[in-house]
Each structure stands twice: as structure tokens, then as C-alpha cells.
């Protein structure tokens, strides 16, 4: 019996192995992003950025939390972009940093990337798009609804991981 379940495991892991290698979809066909484009490169305009992103990523978690469709949540962030506006205009006046941007929701360019051995096709995608300054420096983004970003953002130092096969195997053996 344990020679079984230990077999059933063992072509569970490789199948899962096979569909990531195969270039499994991280990002689903129906997925809203959020793209912050910094000012230039130089450490202030990244930090600046950085800032941004952060404030933005509370504000949308806090709105997106317990949404279920992808409808809802473009009604949610279609309503609040001036929020959201105002959210970088204190972010921007905190820092004494004197600069235009923009808040865009809809279809935009997004460049192709390479993360965590994941490629990320380029193409438009609908996205809340911030452009701070020139926009002509690095840029973050990460995917907002299903929100994949923003539960990286609520994560906490404390969480403890587990191997779900491994619990198993333990279980058995």
C-alpha cells in the first residue's frame, strides 16, 4: 500500500515539474496589472518610485481584498483613480519631489521579462498605469487582480511554508 501511495506522489511531482518546465501560465488571460514607470534611473527617482508603489499597493489591497471577479475589480479601480491620484500627490509632497505624472487605467505596453526563471511576454495588457516625471527609468509591476501582488504585499516574516508532498510522505512513512 505504501509502495502505491509513495508512486502516486512520485508521478504527482514529476507532472507538476513537467507543466511549470513547459511554460505553465503564471499570469492568467484575464488579469489586471499595475506598471509604475520612475521618473529616470537615479537612486532618488527609484526611490520615489518605490514609495509610490508601496502606497499604492496598500490602497489597492485594501480595496481588492475580497474581490471574486475581474469585473468588480475593474469597477473598483476605475472609481477610485482619483484616490489613487491622491495618493501619489502625497507621496510626491511628503518627499518634496516637484515632478508631473500620470494615472492611467486601460491597455498598455508592457516590455518583455525575465522573473525568477519565469519569461513574461511583452504585449498590452489593461493595467493601472502610474508615469512619474519623464517615465524613463526602471519600472515595477506586478498583477493586481487575481491579486497576485498584493498578497505578496500583506506577507509577514512569520509565515511558515510547508511542503505538501513532504506532509504526506511524513504521514505514510
Given at each position: 500500500?505504501?509502495?502505491?501511495?509513495?508512486?502516486?506522489?512520485?508521478?504527482?511531482?514529476?507532472?507538476?515539474?513537467?507543466?511549470?518546465?513547459?511554460?505553465?501560465?503564471?499570469?492568467?488571460?484575464?488579469?489586471?496589472?499595475?506598471?509604475?514607470?520612475?521618473?529616470?534611473?537615479?537612486?532618488?527617482?527609484?526611490?520615489?518610485?518605490?514609495?509610490?508603489?508601496?502606497?499604492?499597493?496598500?490602497?489597492?489591497?485594501?480595496?481588492?481584498?475580497?474581490?471574486?471577479?475581474?469585473?468588480?475589480?475593474?469597477?473598483?479601480?476605475?472609481?477610485?483613480?482619483?484616490?489613487?491620484?491622491?495618493?501619489?500627490?502625497?507621496v510626491l509632497t511628503l518627499e518634496n519631489k516637484s515632478i508631473p505624472y500620470t494615472v492611467n487605467?486601460?491597455?498598455?505596453?508592457?516590455?518583455?521579462?525575465?522573473?525568477?526563471?519565469?519569461?513574461?511576454?511583452?504585449?498590452?495588457?489593461?493595467s493601472l498605469l502610474v508615469k512619474l516625471g519623464e517615465g524613463k527609468g526602471n519600472n515595477w509591476?506586478?498583477?493586481?487582480?487575481?491579486?497576485?501582488?498584493?498578497?505578496?504585499?500583506?506577507?509577514?516574516?512569520?509565515?511558515?511554508?510547508?511542503?505538501?508532498?513532504?506532509?504526506?510522505?511524513?504521514?505514510?512513512?
Amino acid at each position: 500500500m505504501r509502495k502505491i501511495i509513495l508512486g502516486i506522489l512520485v508521478v504527482l511531482v514529476l507532472t507538476m515539474f513537467r507543466e511549470v518546465s513547459m511554460g505553465e501560465k503564471i499570469i492568467p488571460d484575464e488579469a489586471i496589472r499595475l506598471r509604475v514607470l520612475a521618473n529616470s534611473n537615479s537612486n532618488y527617482d527609484q526611490m520615489i518610485k518605490n514609495k509610490v508603489k508601496n502606497k499604492l499597493q496598500g490602497n489597492i489591497y485594501s480595496l481588492l481584498q475580497d474581490v471574486k471577479s475581474i469585473d468588480e475589480a475593474r469597477t473598483i479601480i476605475r472609481t477610485n483613480v482619483d484616490t489613487f491620484d491622491n495618493s501619489i500627490k502625497n507621496v510626491l509632497t511628503l518627499e518634496n519631489k516637484s515632478i508631473p505624472y500620470t494615472v492611467n487605467f486601460g491597455s498598455h505596453y508592457f516590455p518583455a521579462k525575465e522573473y525568477k526563471g519565469i519569461r513574461y511576454e511583452e504585449g498590452y495588457y489593461e493595467s493601472l498605469l502610474v508615469k512619474l516625471g519623464e517615465g524613463k527609468g526602471n519600472n515595477w509591476w506586478c498583477v493586481l487582480f487575481p491579486p497576485l501582488c498584493l498578497l505578496e504585499a500583506e506577507e509577514s516574516s512569520d509565515v511558515e511554508y510547508k511542503f505538501f508532498v513532504q506532509e504526506l510522505i511524513e504521514k505514510f512513512f
